[in-house]
T-cell receptor
Framework: EPEVTQTPSHQVTQMGQEVILRCVPISNHLYFYWYRQILGQKVEFLVSFYNNEISEKSEIFDDQFSVERPDGSNFTLKIRSTKLEDSAMYFC?????????????????????FGPGTRLTVT | GQQVMQIPQYQHVQEGEDFTTYCNSSTTLSNIQWYKQRPGGHPVFLIQLVKSGEVKKQKRLTFQFGEAKKNSSLHITATQTTDVGTYFCAGPALGGGYALNFGKGTSLLVTP
């Protein structure tokens, strides 16, 4: 079964450094997402990406963050000047198989496939 | 913004007992999804509910969507140790898009 992959599994960085988290979404999916989960807390939405541009973003996703699809397979999250409070598990997800885009009406959504996550530790 | 509240935060049951988690939204939801996250794992999609009053079953799991589409529940009959994990409900994050706004989750522990 196709799956979302993420690298690295664990990233340790010093405060103020930049990090890039990498994801390979499921190949025929059209929507990509980044979420984060601080230890023991709920999963929080950061940003969604569709058709090579940001579709939605939350209040968390400020100028410190950026996303990019540098080629046909990778989807990256860059965090500039990391802070201690950025320490969390970052999940990439994808949804909406190409053939099903527009299949559902306006009320329904598509299931999201999550990757295994990158644990970011800022020291 | 839209809030999705989930209770209880934790539930510890003996294997064979039933379990229910409840999800409430401050606003009407167009749909609600449920995810399960095993300890150390990532969220895995369980189901989506769309219609008012909808009830869906997956083996021992029963999902309900309230008539007003503001609340939902997940009920597990005769829990097994494989049911251990955190169950999250999630509604549309910002309205109109596919991003998800997760509840805080209910962590289920099942002891044999």
């Amino acid at each position: 079964e196709p799956e979302v992959t993420q690298t690295p599994s664990h990233q340790v960085t010093q405060m103020g450094q930049e990090v890039i988290l990498r994801c390979v979404p499921i190949s025929n999916h059209l929507y990509f997402y980044w979420y984060r989960q601080i230890l023991g807390q709920k999963v929080e939405f950061l940003v969604s990406f569709y058709n090579n541009e940001i579709s939605e973003k939350s209040e968390i996703f400020d100028d410190q963050f950026s996303v990019e699809r540098p080629d046909g397979s990778n989807f990256t999250l860059k965090i500039r000047s990391t802070k201690l409070e950025d320490s969390a598990m970052y999940f990439c997800a994808s949804s909406t198989p190409e053939g099903l885009a527009g299949y559902f009406g306006s009320l329904e959504a598509y299931e999201q496939y999550f990757g295994p996550g990158t644990r970011l530790t800022v020291t | 913004g839209q809030q999705v509240m989930q209770i209880p935060q934790y539930q510890h049951v003996q294997e064979g007992e039933d379990f229910t988690t409840y999800c409430n939204s401050s606003t009407t939801l167009s749909n609600i999804q449920w995810y399960k996250q095993r300890p150390g794992g990532h969220p895995v999609f369980l189901i989506q509910l769309v219609k008012s009053g909808e009830v869906k079953k997956q083996k021992r799991l029963t999902f309900q969507f309230g008539e007003a589409k503001k609340n939902s529940s997940l009920h597990i009959t005769a829990t097994q140790t494989t049911d251990v994990g955190t169950y999250f409900c999630a509604g549309p994050a910002l309205g109109g898009g596919y991003a998800l706004n997760f509840g805080k989750g209910t962590s289920l522990l099942v002891t044999p």
